[in-house]
């Protein structure tokens, strides 16, 4: 079961080991292999996987081929619950009629069955992402970033190895994503995990990640330390996703 | 907000409107008319209308104009609706229960037309409204399920109550009115015991009758309350001697069908023609095998040999419209009492 | 909203509640002012006899709702959970089917299964077993009315359940939340908002239920107060009595939904943004199992029934029929009104739903504001209760004196029944208009489209889907619908369903069979127009 899962200081490394798999027309092949306790952007065009990607990690896919690893674990057969990740997706990630104590308690006990301990965690994660006393609150009643902080307080609390992020900053002005980076930042060097970020956005890879990925029909077209990849000159779409 | 949708709908809904309109109207044209108020089925394809309307208008140079409504009891409240405007010159279609409210309506004169040669059983004469068809409330049941059926209504309120029949309401239907007139007229005041009897028998009571007949066909019930006409039903168009009526050794209850001429009809002397033509052959013929009733007088041909198979009560019950209309209400009440009681 | 377009929406709702009002307003202005009645029981509104059809009138319906909603609720959930499955459209297309029927076309299917010469008695007696199910009486009612009424709950509760955000599902199954807790968390919440308006609905439409009730109650102590209205503007004809009836209907029927309305429903701001629905949840083998159960019993409950409507109808001289120009002509009239009266009925729900947000969109509506769209609210949902005779007597009088009545009756059986089905259609309309006002307003605002445009690329494609299953269930309503107009004469009107009752009542039961399996097939091609939108988007996402 998840809770089974050890997080190490180091996080847990994430490997696709010769993955395939067809939706529909679309054919995907990963394989790679992952640093442990880094922040790994996957960048790319729409439409080029990343998605699909972070569904094989998350276990919403079943790769018709091929292996998933996480923290050395292989999880291909896994249930998404029993895989050692968190989610954190660019909306929707707080069901908008429970409040905020229920959102992230449902984090630690998907039955709601919390002890005394528990409840103090909860406030605790609120209060490290900056929303202390917002336990009452409903998302409806926030604005967009404190939303993704209290989905980032879900995540803390569930304590995972490995956070798997689907543009969570897409939907918020400029200057507050500056602020959530630092946050995310911050959590990421609090427990050590392993954090894959989607993102569109080449000021995120710089500021943020220690490690890149550009996805590109389907395949891993490039897959390198952050400096490695910013320098990267050969492929003409990593180019031009820097150059913009 | 997407208004200008509204309206587009709106004009496409105001479209289908008119087209219905247009579609509904395209009929009436013709000098002489005279307008026939009747019950639907007796205007439907198979039923008499058509070929009455036929057969009438080749001696009157003129056009029948049948105008359907749901049934013999829609058809007063049709007339009571349109009083002294209605278009009516005849009506066609109530029965003797209903004669004493429509005469109370004021727009019924006396037919003043001879009719010695109506014969019906319990002689049913009256000035105002002229019997043109008749039948008796029966129980119809299956032979295939009820090998002893009751011989009398004392046998039908007393028999086995696992053996059931479906009953119409009184409240709601003329056949159900029967029954209940009928259960009156053998048991008189003792009428409420008969039916907390009966209640166990009554699988069901439905609104008309043909939800009641439904169910019987289907097979839900092996009686049903019909008339002693509807084995010949049977027995003509499906050539099938299974569905066929009790004798009650007590006697029937008589449905008389009648029509009258309204005080305000255009050509008096045109819809007086139809009546007198109403009780000879041309139109008679098309009773039996058409509303599947009995003539009132006497047919151009023999009827057709099932209706010599049908049952024919020895004793015929009929109240006065009169009598029907001071106590319906209470023994309506009666029955409710009766068979509402646990 | 621009405040034109806020104008706009407010005049549409002012138009259409006074198009209703006038509509029943005048209907029973005519009745109570019309000379030529009796008014002799007038006076008998507390009496016994009403009294004790008024509290079963309200018993049956109470029973009879909370069975259908409690019953379609496991069906809604195992359907929705269940996204991919062959013949999962199929299901929901046959929901549609028990609207337009005809009832006693439905209750003789009911009979064919559960009557005493039912396949249920016929195996029980095979097995030995004695004594057979009776089900006239109360037990008969229920079953009739949850055949009838749980399709309506459970698709109504589909499309609530449809609009949880996709996001949900991959965070449950990223939780690892278990089924009570999916329930309790995330299933329950969205239909907790939807179970008050759907109860609503349902217990009006038992509450006047009248056919049902006298076939399958056994007897006059199963009687509501329809029969009573009806029965007073028959045989007894009282109109005063019953227009009073009917009021009483109206108000202690409204008193019963304005308590359902104190159960304050969250307000549903998730917005589904089109992602593709991933029920992780729905592969577990104990959920499949539990799914495949309820979804067998719910097609064989809902299902059996139809197949014997379709059988017995299979047996009738089908091609005769379609060979009558009459059948033709009826279908043609059944499908105009029915085209006529959808039709209108989704252009008010839609005004009213105009209205209604137009209003709620202001920041401080005034009073009178919020009492324009609370009476909208109200009026569009218990148009329901007034009785159909009555609309039907009462217009029938009102135009007399304009002559030709023949003329006029497709016009009234278009506007009852576009009122009668205003209701349901309203349930579909309004959420779909909120959500897609959330969705699409201020980007439309904002890039300025308007006009024929807006409505062309934005509320067309956006609102397409609803606006299509609403007409077709409005279709199938209308359908069915026997045409109480007709009742007191509709020259040349014969639509389907008087044919079928016109057969029946004249020993034609084979020809009525035959009619009910067409017109049964006509109520499927609906729904398939209706439903052709459904599964378009998660085509590809589950295996």
Redesign the interface.
């Known amino acids: 079961m ?1 809770g089974d899962v050890k997080t190490g200081e180091n996080g847990a490394g994430i490997a696709l080991d010769g993955v395939r798999l067809r ?2 027309t679309q054919d995907f092949d990963f394989d790679m292999a992952l640093p442990a306790g880094k922040i790994i952007a996957v960048t790319g065009p729409s439409g080029s996987g990343k998605t699909t990607l972070l569904n094989l990690l ?3 896919e079943t790769p018709d081929r091929g292996r998933v690893l996480l923290a050395g674990q292989d999880v291909t057969a896994l ?4 895989r050692p ?3 954190v ?1 660019q ?3 707080l ?4 409040d905020l104590f ?1 959102n992230i308690g ?2 630690i006990s ?3 069955a919390l002890s005394s301990a528990d409840r103090d965690r909860i406030s605790a994660a609120l209060a490290r992402v900056g929303l202390a006393g917002f336990e009452k609150r409903l ?2 009643s926030l604005s967009g970033g404190e939303r993704q902080r209290a989905a980032f307080a879900r995540a803390l609390v ?1 304590n995972r190895p490995v956070l798997l992020l689907d543009e969570p900053f897409a939907a918020l002005d400029p200057s507050l994503r500056q602020s959530m980076a630092a946050l995310l930042q911050a959590l990421h060097d609090d427990t050590g995990n392993t954090v894959l970020l989607v993102t569109h956005d080449p000021a995120e890879v710089r500021r943020l990640a220690d490690h890149a990925l550009f996805v590109s029909q389907g395949r891993i077209a490039l897959s390198a330390p952050v400096d490695a990849f910013l320098a990267h000159r050969n492929i003409p779409e990593v180019l031009d996703f820097l150059g913009s | 907000m997407p208004i200008q949708k509204t309206s587009t709908l709106f004009s496409l809904a105001a479209l289908a409107v008119g087209a219905l309109l247009a579609f509904s109207s395209a009929a009436n044209a013709a000098d002489k008319t005279l307008t026939i108020y009747t019950y639907e089925s007796f205007i439907a394809e198979w039923g008499p209308g058509p070929k009455v309307k036929e057969a009438f208008e080749k001696t009157c140079a003129c056009t029948v104009d049948f105008v359907g409504v749901a049934d013999g009891v829609a058809l007063l409240s049709r007339l009571k609706l349109e009083g002294e405007g209605s278009k009516a010159d005849l009506v066609l279609g109530l029965d003797t229960n209903l004669v004493s409210e429509a005469k109370d309506t004021g727009l019924f004169e006396d037919h003043g037309i001879d009719t010695t040669a109506v014969k019906v059983p319990g002689d049913f004469k009256d000035p105002v409204f002229i019997p043109y068809d008749y039948g008796h409330f029966a129980v119809v049941y299956d032979t295939q399920v009820l090998k002893a059926p009751p011989a009398s209504l004392k046998e039908l309120v007393e028999g086995d109550p696992s053996q059931k029949i479906v009953i119409e309401d009184p409240r709601t239907s003329t056949p159900g009115l029967g029954l209940l007139l009928w259960v009156r007229s053998v048991y008189g005041d003792k009428a409420p015991d008969a039916w907390a009897k009966l209640k166990n028998r009554v699988l069901t009571v439905t609104p008309g009758w043909s939800e009641a007949y439904g169910l019987f066909t289907k097979g839900e019930a092996p009686m049903v309350l019909s008339y002693t006409t509807s084995p010949a039903y049977h027995m003509v168009a499906e050539s099938t001697d299974r569905y066929q009526a009790a004798a009650f050794s007590e006697g029937h209850y008589i449905q008389i069908e009648v029509a009258g001429l309204l005080k305000n009809a255009k050509d008096k002397q045109l819809a007086r023609d139809f009546l007198s033509f109403m009780i000879g052959p041309g139109f008679q013929d098309t009773i039996p095998t058409n509303n599947w009733m009995m003539p009132v007088s006497a047919t151009s041909q023999p009827l057709p040999d099932a209706f010599g198979k049908l049952v024919v009560p020895q004793k015929t019950f009929l109240m006065s419209p009169e009598e029907v209309a001071r106590n319906r209400a209470a023994w309506i009440d009666e029955w409710l009492a009766a068979m509402s009681a646990n | 909203m621009t405040p034109a377009e806020r104008r706009r929406a407010l005049a549409g709702g002012v138009f259409s509640l006074a198009g209703i009002l006038l509509f029943v307003g005048l209907a029973v202005f005519a009745l109570l002012t019309f000379a030529g009645a009796s008014s002799s029981s007038m006076s008998a509104l507390a009496d016994p006899y009403t009294l004790r059809i008024l509290r079963f009138t309200l018993l049956q319906a109470l029973l009879s709702t909370l069975l259908s909603v409690a019953l379609a609720m496991p069906v809604a959930l195992a359907l929705a959970r269940q996204r991919r499955f062959f013949g999962r459209i199929w299901i929901i297309r046959l929901m549609a089917v028990p609207m337009g029927l005809p009832v006693l076309i439905g209750a003789l299917g009911l009979l064919a299964i559960w009557g005493r010469r039912g396949i249920v008695n016929d195996t029980l007696a095979w097995l030995g077993l004695q004594e057979p199910i009776h089900i006239y009486g109360l037990a008969g009612i229920l079953l009739a009315h949850v055949f009838f009424n749980l399709p309506l709950a459970c698709r109504l509760m589909l499309i609530g359940l449809e609009r949880i955000p996709a996001e949900y599902w991959l965070v449950s199954g990223n939780l690892g939340m278990p089924g009570l807790s999916v329930f309790r968390f995330i299933e329950w919440p969205a239909l907790r908002r939807l179970v008050p308006g759907i109860a609503g609905l349902i217990f009006m439409l038992c509450a006047t239920s009248f056919t049902l009730v006298l076939i399958l109650g056994g007897g006059p102590a199963a009687t509501t107060l329809e029969v009573a209205i009806y029965q007073s503007l028959r045989f007894d004809f009282a109109p005063q009595r019953a227009v009073s009836l009917a009021l009483m209907q109206i108000v202690v029927t409204a008193g019963i939904l304005g308590f359902l309305t104190l159960f304050p429903a969250p307000e549903d701001r998730g917005i589904a943004a089109g992602k593709p629905v991933r029920r992780l949840d729905g592969r577990k083998i104990a959920a499949r199992l539990w799914d495949v159960t309820v979804l067998s019993l719910a097609v064989l409950f809902l299902g059996l029934p139809l197949a014997a409507v379709a059988l017995a109808g299979a047996r009738a001289d089908l091609p005769k029929l379609l060979g009558e120009t009459i059948f033709w002509r009826a279908a043609l009239t059944s499908l105009s009104i029915a085209l006529g009266a959808g039709l209108l009925s989704v252009s008010l729900a839609m005004a009213i739903t105009q209205a209604r947000e137009a209003i709620a969109a202001k920041r401080n509506p005034a009073r009178i504001a919020r009492l324009f769209s609370a009476t909208l609210g109200g009026t569009s949902s218990l148009v329901l209760l007034v009785p159909p005779v009555v609309l039907a007597t009462g217009w029938f009088l009102l135009l007399l004196p304009g002559g030709d009545t023949s003329m006029l009756a497709p016009v009234l059986v278009l506007g009852i029944n576009t009122l009668m089905s205003l209701p349901f259609v309203i349930r579909i309309v309004a959420p779909a208009m909120a959500a897609h006002r959330i969705r699409t307003a201020r980007l439309s605002a904002s890039l300025g489209l308007a006009g024929w445009t807006r409505l062309r690329l934005i509320d067309w494609p956006g609102l397409k889907k609803p606006l299509l299953m609403a007409l077709s269930f409005a279709m199938a309503l209308s359908l069915g619908d026997l045409g109480a107009v007709a009742l007191f004469g509709a020259d040349g009107l014969t639509t389907l369903p008087w044919l079928l009752y016109s057969r029946l009542g004249s020993y034609r039961t084979t020809d009525a069979d035959g009619l009910a399996l067409l017109l049964g097939l006509i109520c499927l091609g609906l729904t398939i127009a209706g439903t052709a939108g459904l599964k378009i988007p998660e085509e590809r996402d589950e295996r």
């Not at chain 1, 249930?79 to 029993?82: A, D, G, L, V, Y």
């Not at chain 1, 069901?95 to 429970?98: A, D, G, I, K, Q």
């Open positions: 998840s939706l529909g998350a276990g919403f249930h998404p619950s029993e990740v968190s989610l997706f909306d929707n990630n069901f908008s009629h429970l229920t449902l984090g998907p039955r709601f998302p409806p569930r």
